[in-house]
């Protein structure tokens, strides 16, 4: 883990370098991935079968594309009986957390007789990335669903990549039966996301694609946003924590490593106002790291995407952590309230030394799909209003009419629109 000075002569050349990482990487996977999903496009479950196969290992043709209901209640009932409890407590959280961001229609009276409003309807046909490559997340089933569902969305089509025996792994099985999930493909990647948005024999076309996951999905969902609607780009995962002396190093150490795991794209940054921390936050990664599963990939990530940064102030940590947009931050600083108005750009904001960030993973109840590469600066975290639309609702009696026509009709003649006058004019002739 390198130990970079962040101070004012060098805070270009850091900004520069994080933003490498959003653009470069996107670029080096986009040829892959438009190959795939063109394949998809015309060739349907075809393709789905050879790139399972490429990708995965696994025959399709003797899996099966659709996971049977047989085997999703097989999955339930394999799965821990004290994880099936703690996956209703985390469904318990999320949904009254996301119960909260239900948006009601709303409609208003016209002088003269009329109303006006807006309707809420929710999407009727989505889909869920659910990632599978190197780890298994029931919890992205969680997080990705239960919005879904808070918003009302009646067809949800889940995509998993298959496990290396050709089955699907019994926790992702076990969330999604928890929910009354039963429509899931066992395909991952880039061609998940190509038969979503494009449809092949088995698999349908979806409105929306949501959820998060490598960057090949990550990818996927850019290239076919516009054939379809999606979320956002959540890709590899990122923390960024900054921390002041007050910090604990153990801590923070544990807390960037958590993320380090998941992806060799991943990002995890620190930075601090203290020479001694950053110091203490290394060794503890070093320590930490011997003793945890995943030493490969961490390792890896630490060496592409890992640094830590010390700087004098707090308002040079946060004008950096603003830059970067991290997916996840977190304050390990003294009063850290009084700081949180100047944090501009984050997915999600853990606050003190007790919020570490997978408490946000699994249980606290907010969303865990969150955006990645800098584009937090523009998204927002999955959220029950990813899963509506809205439609404006105009009723005017004719008296409420007669007070505007004349009005319409100017704005009409300006434009040089008779028609869209005349349909004014008709209304009013004796
Ligand atoms: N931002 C978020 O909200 C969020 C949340 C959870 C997880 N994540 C991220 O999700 C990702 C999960 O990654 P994963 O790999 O474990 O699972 P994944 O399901 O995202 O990707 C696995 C798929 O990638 C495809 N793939 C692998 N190598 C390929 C290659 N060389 N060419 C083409 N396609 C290839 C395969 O089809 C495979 O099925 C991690 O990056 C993690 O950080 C992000
Ligand atoms: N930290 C991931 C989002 O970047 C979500 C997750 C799921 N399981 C564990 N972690
Ligand atoms: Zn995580």
């Not at 949180?340 to 907010?366: C, H, R, V």
Request: net charge negative; proline share 4%; glycine share 8%.
């Amino acid at each position: 883990m390198k130990i970079i000075n962040g101070d004012r002569n060098n805070i270009c050349e850091i900004k520069e370098e994080f933003r490498k990482r959003n653009d470069t990487d996107f670029k080096k996977y986009n040829s892959t991935v438009e190959k795939i999903l063109q394949d998809v496009k015309d060739d349907g479950d075809k393709a789905i079968i050879k790139y399972t196969n490429k990708f995965d290992g696994v025959d399709l043709v003797k899996a099966g594309i659709k996971v049977t209901p047989e085997e999703i209640e097989a999955g339930w009932k394999k799965a821990d009986k004290k994880f099936i409890k703690v996956l209703r407590k985390a469904i318990e959280n999320i949904r009254s957390f996301h119960e909260k961001q239900k948006e009601n229609s709303w409609f208003t009276t016209v002088a003269g007789g009329g109303i006006l409003g807006q309707r809420v309807t929710s999407l009727e046909k989505v889909g869920l990335y659910v990632p599978g490559g190197t780890a298994a997340y029931p919890s992205s089933v969680l997080m990705n669903a239960i919005p879904a569902m808070v918003a009302g969305v009646e067809e949800i089509i889940m995509v998993t990549p298959p496990l290396a025996n050709g089955g699907v792994n019994e926790g992702v099985l076990a969330a999604a039966k928890e929910l009354g999930i039963n429509e899931i493909y066992r395909v991952g990647g880039a061609q998940a996301i190509g038969a979503l948005a494009f449809g092949t024999e088995s698999i349908p076309k979806v409105d929306k694609i949501v959820g998060p996951g490598n960057i090949y999905v990550a990818t996927a969902k850019r290239q076919v946003y516009g054939f379809v609607d999606i979320d956002m780009i959540a890709g590899p995962s990122e923390i960024l924590v900054i921390a002041d002396e007050s910090a604990n190093p153990t801590y923070v150490a544990a807390d960037l490593l958590s993320q380090a795991e998941h992806d060799t794209l991943a990002s995890a940054i620190c930075i601090t106002t203290s020479e001694e921390m950053a110091l203490a936050v290394k060794d503890e990664i070093v320590k930490q790291t011997e003793l945890l599963e995943r030493k490969e990939i961490i390792r890896e990530s630490l060496k592409n995407y890992g640094s830590i940064i010390v700087v004098s102030t707090l308002e040079a940590a946060i004008e950096i952590s603003n830059e970067i947009a991290p997916e996840h931050l977190e304050l390990c600083i003294e009063d850290p309230f009084i700081w949180l108005d100047k944090i501009k750009n984050a997915g999600a904001i853990f606050i003190g030394n007790f919020s570490p960030e997978p408490l946000g993973d699994y249980m606290a109840g907010p969303n865990h799909v969150l955006p990645t590469s800098g584009t937090a600066r523009f998204f927002s975290p999955l959220s029950v209003d990813d899963f509506v639309k809205k439609s404006s609702i105009i009723y005017y009696s004719k008296e409420a009419l007669e007070k505007s026509k004349d009005d319409i009709m100017i704005f009409a003649e300006l434009e040089a629109l008779t028609a869209h006058k005349n349909a004014i004019k008709v209304r009013f002739e004796k």
